[in-house]
């Protein structure tokens, strides 16, 4: 690339190639270009969807406002002003950190997230913790005998996970346990992990496990795949041959070389979690970030929705960004490359 | 092998915390809200709480309870009184005088009288307002505070619905006091329960009003929660954690187990294939009439309905309920269907687009393809363009559309429900699609007529005239469903799928 400044072009281009060409920078310019980018696209397809929120709200009632009425509500809902206007009058917002106000549940869209998202966090890290804490072992399980009982086993039972869709999954665990033992914590009132720990892993305890059967069908396999592959290293082989114990060799030698594909798979799932179980999130009444861009989209809320975006898309730029870190944790080439 | 041992030990953690308290799952709203809490689960928490604009139906349940009206109806949706005690109307029906409740106060303590519903009712008529009741107080043309519990209104011409349409939650009276932005979180009425509290998305907490007008509520508080799937309230309701709901969907309704009583009201709403008789093949009358004749009610309510409603003319509202029968085809004839479309040139069968709503209401595809496979054997070619909820509203409230598969809101009183449709003035004539001259004399006259029996006949006439021309094609009203649990008793369901009567409910 050129530079089209005339002026010392020489003693600019090792500085910027130097400051962009840093991991670090050139990370975090991505990001924001990702932001942007999920900025704009949110913003033109929720105007693409027909009706706005005058409609969302009246349904077919809207047929009978006067043009009058009509003009008064769009002013209410600021849908008079041009796009481009409303646009960079969001985005600024947004920098000065005011995501906007919510006119159905008449509280700012900061608050709203602010109380949604620690919900959809707390979620999703339980339901990755148990798919992991299930999907590991099984995985390493299954990879100690290709195709071997267990092995078949494990295969099938992460076949039927990943073919089980959660609303079928939650709906009958959620039924089958009310009716039967009239054991149903969803519920009750929603209660924050901090204002009554047992009652929240009671309502957390059925969505979790449902995103888990899901979840650990993929991390059974990775794990799997992961295992055989470093299994047959030659460093396992000089392992074994100085005698280190069988359970040693697989936790200490083997899993650990394995980690990575694992922890990949792992920080996908968690990403995709943190954009809201939505169906998990509907069936067992989990007020967590999914809901609420469903609702802001039923409603058409565009503030709303655009700021939950933007902070679900944030989320998922952290989460990769942490998975990355991660790797350089575990595993030493990472490191050095 | 730590993995091995931590897992075995967090998931019985989990459990053994799931299972402990067993007490407090089934009562802990009550714990907190004191004893004979009534816990309503509903889908969705309320998109308003300005009575003025609201139509969402969570929002109208319980802004019900919050404010009050001039005129309510009873069970059988008869006018009585509400904050007027009685109202009468001047010999030539051009004033009507109301006379208001005294010793009534909003929850914030203040006085209710005359001023505070001209100011109301001047404000709904108010286009900056944007309240959705405006047109029904068109033929309003001043409100006048005679004295404090005395209200004039002068009428352009004689409005027999009025009264009826007073009772509407979008006509209830706010303070003249309070500044509607701050009632949109702080909602203030003189209704039996006070609005405490609310989290989005997950409840709304309403408390019993001591100083109601009316007979005090039973419970002595109510909490709405949110649950958004039926299926789910009904586990929350199998485990006690919730005491009353209204549901929609028959086949959730149907899988209720003991202990839960499900109790079917038949609606006011009404499942329609709406023509636009000024577009295309529709223009002519033969070929409307065919596409009646061709239609089995029955079957399509059978088929996409479960047969859980109920075959209906066009008014639905029980004091003045059409006649099924009374139509070109009470049943149906293909003969028949085939000599109108003879008649109207087109022998050959014809093409007819509706469009189809799609997750607005359970039935509604179900429905369009029923209709479509009956009309194919009449060589009517019904093509459905079937379109996500906000499109569909899009295309309806644009009228644009040759046929729309419906499922549209009634009103107790008829002129309310069809007046703004049929009549070549009304501001809904342009997406109802049909207006005839004799329609709108009918429709003046049944204004104009205060004797309920002369008033029935004129509407009969109405509902005939309406069948005669297949305006429309109307086909059936479903039930809503309210599920109790035991030892929920007192609560009173209504046509309009209203949860006014939550006050007279109790809990044991």
């Known amino acids: ?337 | 092998m730590r993995i091995r041992l931590a897992l075995p030990v967090l998931i019985a953690g989990l459990v053994v915390a799931g299972c402990t308290p067993t007490a407090s799952q089934v009562d802990g709203p009550s714990e907190q809200q004191g004893a004979g809490a009534l816990v309503v689960g509903v889908t969705s928490d309320p998109d308003t709480l300005l009575p003025w604009t609201a139509t969402q139906f969570q929002a109208v349940n319980v802004l019900q309870n919050v404010y009050g009206t001039l005129t309510e109806f009873d069970s059988d949706l008869e006018v009585v009184p509400g904050l007027a005690e009685s109202w009468e109307t001047s010999e030539d029906g051009t004033t009507l005088t109301l006379t208001l409740r005294e010793g009534v106060t909003f929850h914030d303590g203040s006085t209710f009288d005359s001023e505070d519903v001209v100011h109301s009712l001047e404000a709904i008529q108010a286009e900056e307002t944007a309240a959705v009741a405006r047109t029904s107080l068109a033929s309003v043309t001043g409100i006048t505070a005679v004295d404090p519990s005395t209200v004039e209104l002068s009428l352009s011409t004689p409005d027999a619905g009025l009264p009826s349409n007073l009772a509407s939650i979008n006509m209830a009276i706010l303070s003249s006091q309070d500044e509607t932005s701050a009632l949109e979180t702080a909602p203030n009425g003189t209704g039996p329960f006070t609005f405490t509290d609310r989290t989005p998305s997950q409840s709304l907490s309403l408390q019993r009003f001591d100083g109601y007008w009316g007979e005090a509520a039973l419970v002595e508080g109510v909490e709405f929660r949110v649950i958004p799937d039926e299926t789910s309230i009904l586990a929350a309701m199998q485990s006690g954690n919730v005491q009353l709901s209204v549901l929609d969907d028959p086949l959730v309704a149907q899988s209720a187990g003991a202990g839960i009583t499900i109790e079917r009201t038949p609606q006011l709403s009404y499942h329609a294939l709406q023509l636009n008789t000024r577009r295309g093949a529709l223009t002519d009358q033969n070929v409307r009439l065919a596409m009646q004749c061709a239609i089995d009610r029955q079957v399509v309510l059978d088929t996409a309905a479960l047969g859980e409603g109920e075959v209906t003319g066009p008014i639905t509202s029980p004091a003045y309920r059409s006649d099924p029968a009374d139509r070109p085809c009470p049943t149906r004839d293909l003969d028949r269907a085939r000599e109108y479309l003879a008649a109207a040139g087109e022998a050959d069968g014809v093409t007819i687009t509706a469009i189809v709503s799609q997750g607005e209401y359970a039935t509604s595809v179900n429905e369009a393809q029923a209709l479509q496979a009956q009309l194919a054997e009449a060589d009517i070619t019904l093509e459905l363009e079937t379109l996500e909820s906000g499109a569909y509203v899009d295309r309806w409230v644009a009228a644009d559309f040759e046929a729309a598969v419906a499922l549209n809101g009634g009103r107790p009183d008829p002129d309310g429900m069809y007046g703004r449709y049929f009549t070549s003035e009304g501001n809904l004539n342009e997406v109802a699609g049909y207006s005839s001259p004799r329609l709108d004399e009918l429709f003046a006259m049944g204004r104009a007529e205060t004797d309920e029996n002369a008033r029935r006949e004129i509407y009969a006439e109405i509902s005939g005239e309406l069948e005669a021309q297949a305006a429309w094609i109307w086909l059936f009203t479903g039930y809503t469903y309210t599920a109790t649990t035991e030892g929920v008793s007192g609560f009173v369901p209504l046509a309009n799928g209203s949860l006014q009567n939550l006050r007279l409910v109790s809990v044991s």
């Not at chain 1, 390493?140 to 078949?152: F, H, I, Q, S, W």
């Not at chain 1, 809320?301 to 989320?315: D, F, G, K, R």
Request: a positive charge; one cysteine or more.
């Open chain 1, 1 to 337: 690339m050129a530079d089209p400044s005339p002026r010392s072009p020489r003693r600019l281009r090792p500085l910027r190639a130097g400051l962009l060409g840093h991991p670090v920078v050139s990370r975090l310019l991505g990001a924001v270009a990702t932001l942007l980018g999920v900025a704009v696209l949110v913003f033109v397809l929720l105007r693409l969807v027909p009706g706005d929120q005058i409609t969302a709200n009246l349904g077919t009632e809207a047929a009978a406002l006067t043009p009058a009425q009509r003009q008064a509500l769009e002013a209410y809902y600021g849908l008079d002003r041009p796009p481009l206007e409303q646009f960079l009058g969001w985005l600024g917002s947004v920098l000065t950190g005011n995501l906007g106000w919510s006119g159905r549940a008449q509280v700012s869209v900061l608050d709203l997230t602010l109380q949604a998202l620690p919900i959809t966090v707390e979620l999703a890290v339980l339901a990755i913790a148990l798919s992991v804490l299930v999907g590991v072992p099984l995985g390493m399980l299954a990879a100690r005998r290709p195709n071997g009982v267990p092995d078949t086993l494990g295969q099938g039972a992460s076949l039927l996970g990943l073919s089980l869709p959660a609303f079928l999954i939650g709906t009958v665990l959620l039924s089958v346990l009310s009716y039967r033992f009239g054991f149903n914590p969803n519920g009750q009132a929603f209660a924050g992990l901090f204002d009554d720990p047992v009652r929240n892993l009671q309502q957390m305890l059925l969505p979790a496990v449902t995103l888990a059967i899901g979840i650990s069908a993929p991390i059974i396999r990775t794990t799997r795949a992961a295992v055989l592959e470093v299994r047959g290293l030659d460093f396992v082989r000089t392992a074994r041959a100085k005698g280190v114990g069988e359970r040693r060799l697989q936790v200490r030698h083997v899993l650990r070389n394995a980690l990575v594909p694992i922890v990949t798979m792992t920080g996908l799932q968690l990403g995709y979690l943190l954009g809201g179980a939505i169906v998990v999130e509907q069936i067992f009444s989990v007020p967590g970030i999914g809901r609420q861009v469903l609702l802001g989209i039923q409603q058409k809320e565009y503030a709303l929705v655009q700021s939950t975006v933007l902070v679900i898309a944030l989320c998922f730029v952290l989460v990769n960004l942490l998975t990355d870190l991660l790797y350089r944790l575990i595993d030493p080439r990472v490191r050095l490359s």
